[in-house]
């Protein structure tokens, strides 16, 4: 037997470092198939008992209330008052169906097909992002080979008249998410829908971002407040812009790998004219000789390497 520093037996306490080895076991087999329940009820009572075993506790709770289940479906008054179980741990108990539920449905809708205009309309409109008529943001759907949502976020929001993309952000929940294809989503306060300098250079920037984790810009879409809505590929801009990333992508690649979406909403869906769309083009074949576009590109560059290099 282990002596103390005063040479005296010392008991071991076979329980030291016991929930460390649970969490490095949980290291190594996150989805818990080799926990048997009272052992999952152990590890969540982690986080509601200090300085105490619960694998006992969890064992006793099994017992009273018959099972895994049943612990969880148990009153909540009737886990307050049981002994030894703290409140916060009895509340803690109570939470995990709420928050699986939550899960659940939250899930769900990460499953949803993608594949008219109209389906990124009611997307975007029921989701939990609300859109501010007074400030520009930027929003993210992102999508697998499918056209099945992976994640939603709103990427970055600014001023009244314009936002910068948050790059490494874009990077970041693209690569998470393990996406193959990505709808760009924002606002111009007002009704004024036509794509601003910034817009298109941006856009240059989410395209070879993307380009980098081989994924690929589905649209970009551009909504006013009165429900209409600017669409870059469906205006012939999309691709200009591809070209002129050439030098950072491999733009043919990039173009054959897309899904265009159907084009369902004719009657919201703003076409520019003939004239409007070739001043647009030209603005787009210029980019090169612009400053502010090379001074824009070359921060951009500089925090997508510092981001590929983090990851």
């Known amino acids: 037997m282990a002596k103390d520093k005063n040479g005296n037996d010392e008991k071991v306490n076979f329980h030291e470092g016991h929930r460390e080895r649970v969490r490095k076991r949980l290291l190594a087999d996150p989805d818990m198939k080799t926990f048997?329940?009272?052992?999952?009820?152990?590890?969540?009572?982690?986080?509601?008992?200090?300085?105490?075993?619960?694998?006992?506790?969890?064992?006793?709770?099994?017992?009273?209330?018959?099972?895994?289940?049943?612990?969880?479906?148990?009153?909540i008054n009737d886990l307050i008052a049981y002994p030894e179980l703290p409140e916060r741990a009895a509340f803690l108990i109570k939470s995990i169906l709420p928050i699986t539920d939550a899960y659940l449905k939250d899930s769900k809708k990460e499953t949803a097909l993608i594949d008219t205009y109209?389906?990124?309309?009611?997307?975007?409109?029921?989701?939990?992002?609300?859109?501010?008529?007074?400030?520009?943001?930027?929003?993210s759907i992102f999508l697998d080979i499918n056209g099945r949502v992976r994640n939603f976020a709103q990427i970055s929001k600014g001023g009244g008249t314009s936002t910068s993309i948050d790059i490494p952000k874009l990077y970041r929940l693209s690569s998470a998410c393990k996406a193959s294809k990505v709808i760009i989503f924002h606002n111009h306060p007002g009704d004024n829908m036509y794509p601003s300098f910034n817009d298109l250079v941006t856009t240059n920037v989410?395209?070879?971002?993307?380009?980098?984790?081989?994924i690929t810009l589905t649209d970009h879409i551009i909504r006013g407040n009165s429900g209409k809505y600017f669409s870059f590929y469906n205006n012939r801009i999309l691709d200009d812009l591809i070209e002129v990333c050439a030098p950072f992508i491999n733009a043919e690649q990039y173009k054959y790998g897309r899904?265009?979406?159907?084009?369902?909403?004719?009657?919201?869906?703003?076409?520019?004219?003939?004239?409007?769309?070739?001043k647009l083009k030209e603005e787009i074949q210029g980019m090169y000789n612009n400053e502010k576009y090379k001074s824009f590109m070359n921060d951009a560059m500089e925090k997508l390497k510092m981001e590929r290099k983090k990851n």
């Open 206 to 214: 989410i395209i070879i971002t993307l380009a980098s984790l081989d």
């Open 118 to 139: 109209s389906d990124v309309i009611n997307y975007y409109n029921n989701s939990s992002i609300s859109m501010n008529p007074k400030e520009e943001q930027v929003s």
């Open 259 to 278: 899904r265009p979406l159907v084009n369902d909403d004719l009657s919201n869906n703003v076409i520019l004219g003939e004239v409007e769309t070739a």
């Open 36 to 75: 048997s329940p009272h052992e999952i009820l152990e590890y969540l009572l982690f986080y509601g008992v200090q300085r105490k075993d619960t694998n006992e506790l969890a064992h006793k709770l099994i017992r009273s209330f018959g099972s895994l289940s049943a612990v969880f479906d148990a009153d």
